[in-house]
């Protein structure tokens, strides 16, 4: 390896005056070890405090005054802790998303490994306790002393925590100045390697000569000598198991020198105990294999090329997926493969461990932080070919990329919402175009922009019209809830909803009830004066759930008892409004009282591994009705399920959204989708009080084109995306009028630079957001809508006055390039 004396650092700081790369010395011991991509401890600012870099470039060279350079302290990992390609790719990143270098580089590495500053404090070696009187402290100095007499060693956010009302830092800092306490800075990650037990006989060679020296009555201690001499060597929690030991037994044969231990570096291996029966590839159909045959020699080529897999539900796109990355690995690569929503993960991975087992990685954020720590190194180490995972997983750092696999890319949850807001689906186009990897794209209902791109050329696109097993597509059928009002039904269920189940139920077939609202009822309100509670952080109603007889707000958390008076006037008129999908399960439980009900949402799906529990209760038939959100409308297979019933259709239909059409036809055709997948046919209930609607209209015939054509005309009326680029500033502070301000100012300021460019009459607001108060901070926006050779003169602009203006230190400002919300 060359040597690098000079180094570009960016520092593990979330500050904006921070976002930079700063210059640092290597010495020579470090400069062979040194690389793009190394993870160094290096000292920053004025007082030289340490703190986490990660190394982006390398300089032959500097201009300024060799006097002054700071040197790396330390390399952290023995090689790269992030790729060149993956550097490469955090740079693209922020200047697509502006979002801080650091924000990137956070999305590929493993949660939790980043290395922050931690205090520990500890009793100082010549502090007495008796001389405690000659040091003149304070009540609030003797709750530090009394703590740390008790616990030894505490850290400085413990003692934030435990001492809320007391401000902690001068305190510290007296006590240390008087030397009764020393305070040390550790760098260190919130996720730790994972070590086990590995006991061995000290003697392997003559192992009866050990056991002869056991006193015959040390049966048990004789039995664990006998078990050692056959398996050689034992992980200890296997051998606990087997043998039903204690630690006391194993402590009394390691004195006697008998056996030894070691500590071995331990992998967690998330659905290791998931029973995987081996399967073989499918015969393909006609359709299947011409896809097949169309992606295959652009693997073979080495060359990227986008495809749009459009495919109904039901076609058979995972076994396309699957012989795609056979050819993958007959290449020596590797594969990502996408899915939308953690509950498919289970039902993916089952499907890929089956047909190629071990070599097959997960990483999602159900996972713990410990088991996507080692799932991460065993794919940078090379040990697995295949990766299934949730949004997060398209950073995965393989270094022989083959292809990226985007299930069901039309889905909202490939689009971050926290910073950097990234595009699953632009990322994954960066990585395939820089290893010459082929991105599938697949879908039943394909986004807007996606099927565009298709009909313009940028992407390939593939048609799969028929289902897998030859089955038509389920009918659909539409019940006008406005009807049903009038013949005195005031129901969640129609008539025809519920004969529908009630034949189902006798067949000993399934149904999926949608309703994409959780909790049992959306607000309540006072008949009589109209007062709504609401969450006081957050300006929005609170969602009533039966089970803990709470209101809570799905935004903050904040949760209180709902009130039996109205607290504005007083009157008894208190009433629960909405349905959500915990009032369905109750209302299914009344009306077929001896039927297994169960419901898949985030209220039941909170503890790890109760998606998985519920998913599997109900494909092995113990449940006969599944009740859910939109979890369970996307790519689920279960070959029993005959029957689905859409709620309401008008929850997506009615939001302040130029989606919502589409994303109103996408849910109700994806959810259809789940019926009528085995021998049975299908058959789909939707209730809606909007039927004329198009997006329901051509759901109901499963006719995407008419969809498209239909909602490919308002956008291009209204200049709205895929014929404009969107932009959403946010600013959101606690001081409103400071807020306003700010937005003000910054929408006069960088009107006047676009008008410039002469790019006019493209920023709208600044007005509040649809959600303008949440976790206790306004929130304010500012839209642009421009033309697409626009964006990158505007987003210069912006991105010049984010950084180069000053701003009130209390008011944050948020860039969405691309939204796919506007909440």
């Not at 009540?139 to 703590?147: A, D, F, G, V, Y």
């Not at 019209?465 to 129609?494: T, W, Y």
């Amino acid at each position: 390896m060359e040597k690098i004396e000079f180094v570009k650092v960016i520092i593990n700081n979330k500050s904006n005056r921070t976002d930079r790369e700063y210059t640092y010395g290597v010495s020579k011991s470090l400069q062979e070890k040194i690389c793009i991509g190394s993870r160094v401890i290096i000292p920053f600012g004025q007082g030289n405090k340490l703190i986490e870099g990660y190394v982006v470039d390398q300089v032959d060279k500097i201009d300024f005054d060799y006097s002054k350079i700071k040197y790396v302290k330390e390399i952290v990992d023995e090689k790269a802790f992030v790729s060149k390609e993956l550097i490469d790719l955090c740079r693209w990143m922020k200047e697509k998303y502006m979002c801080r270098f650091i924000d990137a580089i956070q999305c590929v590495i493993p949660t939790g490994a980043s290395l922050r500053s931690k205090k520990v404090i500890t009793l100082s070696d010549t502090f007495s306790e008796k001389e405690l009187s000659n040091y003149n402290l304070s009540s609030k100095h003797m709750k530090i002393i009394k703590l740390l007499l008790t616990r030894k060693k505490v850290t400085d956010v413990f003692l934030k925590n435990t001492f809320k009302d007391i401000d902690i830092q001068p305190l510290l800092k007296s006590l240390a100045d008087k030397k009764i306490i020393i305070i040390k800075t550790n760098l260190k990650g919130d996720v730790n390697t994972a070590f086990e037990k590995i006991i061995r006989l000290c003697n392997t060679e003559e192992p009866m000569k050990l056991i002869e020296k056991l006193s015959k009555n040390a049966k048990k201690q004789r039995e664990i000598l006998f078990y050692l001499a056959e398996h050689k060597e034992v992980i200890w929690s296997e051998l606990r198991e087997a043998m039903n030991i204690s630690t006391s037994t194993i402590n009394i044969l390691l004195k006697k020198g008998f056996i030894e231990v070691d500590l071995v570096k331990k992998r967690r291996k998330p659905y290791e105990h998931m029973q995987i029966a081996s399967t073989k590839p499918l015969t393909l159909t006609e359709e299947q294999s011409q896809a097949v045959k169309k992606i295959v020699p652009y693997i073979q080529k080495n060359e990227y090329s986008p495809f749009l897999i459009h495919g109904v539900t039901g076609s058979g796109k995972t076994e396309i997926y699957m012989q795609l990355i056979d050819t993958v690995l007959e290449q020596g690569k590797e594969a990502i493969v996408l899915v939308p929503e953690i509950a498919l993960t289970t039902q993916m991975i089952e499907r890929f461990k089956g047909r190629f087992g071990n070599i097959v990685a997960v990483l999602h954020s159900k996972l713990s932080l410990g088991e996507r720590y080692d799932e991460w190194n065993r794919i940078d180490q090379g040990e697995v070919k295949i990766v299934i995972g949730a949004r997060s997983a398209v950073f995965s750092p393989f270094h022989n990329l083959g292809i990226i696999i985007i299930d069901e890319e039309h889905e909202y949850t490939y689009k971050s919402e926290a910073n950097p807001k990234y595009h699953t689906i632009d990322v994954a186009k960066f990585r395939c175009q820089k290893n010459n990897a082929v991105l599938i794209l697949g879908s039943a209902t394909p986004s807007i922009e996606s099927y565009t791109n298709a009909l313009e050329g940028e992407y390939i696109k593939i048609k799969l019209q028929s289902r897998f097993n030859n089955n038509p597509m389920p009918h659909v059928e539409i019940v006008d809830m406005r009807k049903e009002l009038d013949k005195g039904n005031k129901s969640a269920f129609s008539e025809s909803l519920y004969k529908g189940i009630m034949n189902n139920l006798k067949k000993g077939e399934q149904t999926i009830l949608f309703l994409n609202r959780r909790g049992y009822a959306t607000f309540i309100s006072c008949r009589k004066c109209g007062y709504v509670v609401k969450c006081p952080y957050c300006e929005i109603s609170l969602t009533y759930h039966a089970s803990s007889n709470k209101a809570s707000c799905h935004y903050c958390g904040y949760t209180k008892i709902p009130p039996n008076i109205c607290p504005d006037c007083k009157s008894k008129y208190i009433k629960y409004f909405g349905v959500g999908t915990e009032k369905i399960e109750n209302l299914t439980k009344k009306y077929f009282p001896k039927v297994r009900v169960a419901r898949l949402d985030l209220d039941t799906t909170s503890k790890k591994g109760a998606m998985d529990q519920i998913i599997f209760k109900f494909r092995k038939g113990d449940i006969d009705i599944l009740i859910g959100t939109q979890m369970v409308a996307k790519g689920l297979d279960f070959p029993n399920v005959t029957l689905v019933g859409v709620i309401a259709a008008d929850v997506s239909l009615n939001l302040p959204d130029f989606r919502a059409a589409e994303k109103t036809f996408q849910l109700i055709t994806q959810v259809a989708g789940r019926a009528g997948r085995g021998n049975g046919l299908g058959r789909v209930i939707v209730q809606t009080y909007e039927p004329e609607h198009f997006s329901i209209t051509s759901a109901q015939k499963h006719d995407y084109i008419s969809f498209y054509n239909q909602e490919i005309m308002i956008r291009k009326e209204f200049m709205y995306p895929p014929y404009s680029k969107l932009i959403n500033i946010l600013f959101t502070g606690k001081n409103e009028s400071d807020l306003i301000k700010v937005a003000n100012n910054f929408a006069n300021s960088l009107k006047e630079k676009l008008l410039q460019y002469n790019i006019k009459e493209v920023v709208f607001g600044p007005h509040p957001a649809p959600l303008s108060k949440i976790k206790e901070k306004y929130r304010w926006q500012i839209i642009i809508k421009s033309k697409p050779v626009d964006q990158n003169v505007i987003k210069g602009i912006i991105n010049y006055m984010r950084l180069e203006k000053e701003y009130l230190k209390n008011i944050n400002i948020s860039m969405d390039i691309d939204p796919y919300s506007m909440l």
